[in-house]
């Protein structure tokens, strides 16, 4: 049987990005910089012969999800599992107002304390929990096809320590694997769990849109 091909897309850029606040669980939807963005990166996957999508249930990974169904048929299975972290008091906040406010929830974040649970949130091994046995379920029902999960940066920054074997229950940080808006991180999953990493925040579909800078759609 063929290998399973897993591509996991960020959001595009929603209008919480643009104004530097945490999204969190909040209900922000794209900018306009995110809907061409989606766009793109729906015209470029299209080409993929992607047989199953995937999506937070969120509106603004929905949104992002949603255009490439309209090119490929292709029905958007929407899930609570693949949602961003849970930043509670953070959700919502600018940075600095995060660091001026929530100075320990604020760092702890940054610097990737693993088992830190936000203040009325959770921490990152939580959202690990819940992602990864979604990741496995999915990757069991589709043996073989190739399938596309849209997300957040947390979630996927972490979904891709865990393929890539980067963390364990012992781990305390970890370094950040960016995202950037509609950056694709791409995987091959063979049998027993033998994984390649393709492509780690592929932003070439998006160069007409934010030139060189992968950074400039945060």
């Not at 990152?124 to 979604?134: E, N, V």
């Not at 589709?142 to 849209?150: D, Y």
């Not at 960016?178 to 063979?190: A, D, H, K, L």
């Not at 393709?198 to 070439?204: E, P």
Request: aromatic share 6%; charged share 25%; proline share 3%.
């Amino acid at each position: 049987m063929a290998p399973t091909r897993l591509y996991l897309i960020r959001h595009g850029q929603s209008a919480g990005n643009a104004e530097g606040r945490f999204g969190g669980h909040g209900p922000t939807p794209l900018s306009d910089l995110g809907r061409r963005q989606a766009e793109a990166t729906a015209r470029h996957l299209a080409e993929e012969g992607i047989s199953a999508i995937y999506s937070s249930d969120l509106h603004r990974a929905v949104e992002t999800a949603s255009e490439l169904a309209k090119l490929t048929g292709v029905e958007v299975n929407k899930t609570k599992a693949f949602r961003e972290r849970h930043v509670g008091v953070l959700e919502g906040l600018t940075f600095d107002e995060s660091r001026e406010n929530h100075p320990r929830d604020y760092y702890a974040l940054v610097n990737r304390e693993v088992h830190h649970v936000i203040t009325k949130g959770e921490s990152y091994s939580q959202l690990l929990d819940r992602t990864k046995k979604k990741l496995w379920d999915i990757i069991r029902r589709h043996e073989g096809e190739r399938v596309a999960i849209f997300s957040h940066t947390g979630a996927i920054c972490f979904i891709t320590l865990h393929l890539m074997g980067a963390i364990n229950r012992r781990t305390q940080r970890t370094p950040w694997i960016v995202t950037s808006n509609c950056g694709i991180n791409r995987f091959e999953i063979r049998p027993r769990r033998n994984i390649r990493v393709l492509a780690i925040n592929d932003t070439r579909h998006l160069l007409d849109i934010t030139g060189n800078d992968s950074f400039a759609a945060r």
